[in-house]
């Protein structure tokens, strides 16, 4: 079963190829003029959701309306949220997202001082194979199921910070109000697509905490009216690490670690990732990679662009308490919060299970490929030459797909037919002699 | 079974293209259903032949072979070969120019580190013709 947040919106679509020269997993092709997204090789980046230009890839949110399903509801925002507004403190945001409708905010941002406070620790006592891969952005997690498996074992086993959030948030609402589980909502404010399905089908845990996700983009014009009737503001308890968290590098930073790496971009992340498997940057600690350029800023659900996020997110840390987490969170057994389900190799790309048949498919990719034209002009519907002659092999496409392939192969026959119809049969006449 | 071979060929200190067979090498082996330890092995083998092609030699040419039970790396170039095999061999032990190691190549590990990763490997040459070097990893 796959579930993934970003879709298609065929009324938008005009089945350009724009999307499908851009997505990093060669997972979308055009057929019939709309973009097809082949479940299986998404990763939900949001790459297409930011190249198409016909907004025609949607992101599935839950609607804000289902929380009115619960008694009792906790939102949680996310902290590239802090970084969407102009002239508005975090307790100021946190105030006029509460008024929208919620009983209690918990920051996501507090949970990631909690995560960063566990990696300080944890690194010291377990021995993890260098460099570790965070496992905070969920679209290179799945990159590194499809593309790097050998890494797998690389990625940090803790929960997220968006998980965590939601366990704490949960368990102390259960004790406070005495309600039951199922009376509780909790909703997280995301800035991607990835993390909407991460939530419905969660890496490395069981179940996820959160009851739905609601995009950033819809939360932040509900925030904006709220702001004007708001007096009160909400004490955020956060430190600028966890707040950091928001930009590319900060989850890096609070691990204290002494050398790491981040990189943003998921085409940077790829050429990255190369290297490590190579075992080029063994001297790496920590290696931080995240989809989005900028980091969770850059989201394709955020609204503010990611530079002028950033910045904001900077000012703002300057303004916190390089905080030690010295509150009550941390005398919580840290096993409660670490990832307790194996994560699995995506056999995707494979061609083939049986080798020798893989063996087959692959030497008549490069006779199909040699054929083609090698232009990569996208317009029979797969995103390059070698990605048609695959499609080709796996019986997703034909060889007159190609529309150089059809031209000549048209060429030839109206040839043979212009040759056919100057011939004259012998009954009517001919300029040969008749032999005996 | 005919198996399924890649040809490439390697310039002498081309640094920015340095290491692109063996990400394309890297890459069929995870279409092939290869096992991904094998694909990590097989990747550093190729991509440490193929540097050695790059930093020493005067141009080369990096063959790939793969097959349902092994797999076949050949790294053949035209000079100028490797004077003292066993020191070569030995960790740590570089004959790469000062300005290649300034650039963070040439650390004395190439192979040593492709003998480690394959499961067999014959310097079939390495006179002043050049250097052949046959890997082989089973599975």
């Known amino acids: ?436 | 079974m005919k198996p399924y071979t890649m040809d490439f060929d390697v310039k002498a200190r081309d640094f920015s293209s340095a290491g692109e067979s063996s990400s394309k090498f890297r890459k069929t082996l995870l279409m092939l259903s290869i096992p991904s330890d094998i694909v990590r092995r097989a990747s550093i083998a190729a991509y440490e032949a193929e540097m050695n092609i790059v930093i020493h030699s005067y141009g080369g040419k990096m063959h790939f072979e793969i097959y349902s039970d092994k797999i076949v790396i050949i790294a053949d170039d035209t000079g100028p070969g490797i004077k003292d095999l066993e020191l070569a061999m030995k960790e740590g032990y570089s004959t790469a120019p000062k300005e290649v190691i300034e650039m963070g190549f040439g650390a004395g590990m190439g192979l040593p580190n492709m003998k480690r990763n394959v499961d067999n490997m014959e310097v079939v040459n390495h006179d002043e013709s050049g250097t052949k070097i046959v890997m082989t990893i089973n599975f």
């Open chain 1, 1 to 436: 079963m796959y579930f993934h947040s970003v879709t298609l919106d065929k009324d938008r679509c005009k089945g350009c190829t724009n999307c499908i020269k851009r997505c990093p997993t060669e997972a979308i092709r055009v057929r019939d003029g709309k973009a097809k997204i082949i479940k299986e090789k998404c990763i939900d980046c949001g790459e297409c959701v930011r190249v198409c230009p016909y907004h025609a890839k949607v992101v599935v949110t839950d609607d804000i309306s289902m929380m009115e399903n619960y008694k009792y509801k906790i939102v949680l925002p996310a902290p590239s949220l802090y970084g969407q507004f102009k002239d508005m403190t975090i307790g100021d945001i946190l105030a006029s997202l509460q008024s929208c409708g919620f009983d209690e905010v918990f920051e996501v941002a507090y949970a990631a001082d909690i995560v960063s406070y566990i990696t300080r620790n944890i690194v010291k006592t377990k021995d993890y194979k260098r460099p570790i891969i965070s496992s905070a952005c969920p679209a290179i997690v799945r990159l590194i199921q499809q593309r790097f498996p050998s890494l797998m074992d690389n990625i940090l086993d803790i929960m997220p910070p968006v998980e965590v959030a939601g366990k704490i948030a949960r368990d102390e609402a259960k004790k406070k109000t005495g309600l039951k589980d199922e009376e509780i909502g909790v909703f997280f404010v995301s800035p991607c697509a990835a993390k909407v399905t991460s939530v419905k089908n969660p890496i490395g845990i069981e179940k996820s905490y959160i009851d739905g996700v609601f995009s950033m983009r819809d939360v932040y014009s509900m925030i904006l009216d709220k702001r004007k009737f708001v007096e009160k503001k909400i004490d955020h308890i956060s430190s600028m690490i966890g707040v950091g968290w928001a930009n590319a590098g900060g989850e890096s930073y609070g691990t204290s670690l002494e050398n790491c790496l981040f990189v943003d971009g998921i085409q940077n992340v790829i050429g990255v990732l190369e290297d490590i498997e190579l075992g080029k940057l063994d001297d790496i600690d920590f290696f931080e990679g995240l989809a989005c350029v900028g980091g969770c800023v850059g989201g394709p659900l955020t609204v503010a662009n990611n530079f002028v996020a950033r910045n904001r997110i900077m000012k703002l840390k300057e303004k916190l308490n390089k905080d030690e987490v010295t509150k009550k969170y941390i005398e919580v057994d840290f096993n409660e919060f670490m990832l307790n389900v194996k994560l699995k190799k995506s056999d995707v790309l494979n061609l083939d299970e049986d080798i020798d048949k893989a063996i087959d498919m692959m030497n008549s990719i490069d006779e199909i490929y040699k054929s083609l034209p090698g232009l990569d002009c996208g317009s029979c519907g797969s995103p390059g030459c070698r990605a048609l002659a695959e499609d080709i092999v796996k019986g997703f496409a034909s060889e007159y797909d190609c529309i150089f392939k059809l031209k000549d192969r048209i060429k030839i026959l109206a040839e043979e037919i212009n040759k056919l119809s100057i011939k004259i049969p012998p009954v009517i006449g001919s300029d040969k002699e008749v032999k005996h």
